[in-house]
């Protein structure tokens, strides 16, 4: 069955506001990912962060991690009409071994508005 | 100097048909995968090979049957096409770290229409 789940399936703000985005699993993870993808486009890796980890930064983004609740967030700040696309968490599941396995939920279309 | 590339972008075929998509990798990985991604952008994992050797098979049809024939290289042929094979085809490379730490690099997709 489906690994993540992603809440909202569909977020629209306006320039400069944040992003939030949700996304749950649900059974134990080695690392989490987001990935960005633009229309038409394949997909780019954001960030990762690994099952030891809370926190993390980089650039505009951030990333928590919530292993008791399943559940990780990425927040976009000061958002530009350039972030929109779609942006989706990954998971690989602890019981993958060392098979690089990457499930992905469904994904937040994200609109920002000039 | 494209890290992940596909071809063809776009594929449009009748039912019943053979087609092939083509995926080479410049970055120096081992380990190469196929995803589909349906109209509701779901991204579902299909095949992986790490250094020519199949790692990852996910239930799939076996009309659809993958071919590496060497490291920087993942094929993917599709016999006897169907309505519900029309979908978004992503090539993905990484490294295979240990427990996957190591990010997926994607292609742009080929677009396959099944008429």
């Known amino acids: 069955s489906q690994q993540g789940e992603e809440d909202p399936q569909a977020l629209s703000i306006q320039e400069g506001e944040n992003a939030t985005m949700n996304c749950s699993y649900k059974t134990s993870i080695n690392n989490l990912q987001w990935y960005r993808q633009n229309s038409g486009r394949g997909l780019v890796h954001l960030i990762l962060?690994?099952?030891?980890?809370r926190e993390k930064h980089s650039g505009r983004l951030r990333v928590t991690l919530d292993t008791s609740k399943k559940s990780s967030s990425l927040l976009i700040t000061a958002s530009r009409a350039a972030d929109t696309a779609s942006y989706f968490c990954?998971?690989?599941?602890?019981?993958?071994?060392?098979?690089?396995?990457?499930?992905f939920g469904q994904g937040t279309t994200l609109q920002v508005k000039p | 100097d494209t890290a992940v590339s596909q071809t063809p972008k776009y594929l449009v075929t009748q039912m019943g048909n053979d087609k092939s998509i083509k995926c080479e990798q410049n970055l120096g990985h081992d380990t190469m995968y196929w995803y589909k991604q349906d109209s509701k952008k779901f991204l579902k994992i299909m095949f992986s090979y790490n250094n020519k050797e199949l790692i990852i098979n996910e239930t799939v049809p076996n009309r659809f049957s993958p071919k590496s024939p060497d490291k920087a290289h993942l094929n993917l042929h599709i016999n006897s096409l169907e309505l519900g094979d029309s979908a978004v085809y992503f090539c993905?490379?990484?490294?295979?770290?240990?427990?996957?730490?190591?990010?997926?690099?994607f292609g742009n997709g080929t677009r396959l229409t099944v008429t």
């Open positions: 962060i690994r099952s030891n980890e």
């Open positions: 990954a998971t690989v599941p602890q019981i993958s071994g060392n098979t690089g396995k990457l499930i």
């Open positions: 993905a490379s990484s490294h295979l770290a240990g427990q996957g730490n190591s990010p997926l690099h």
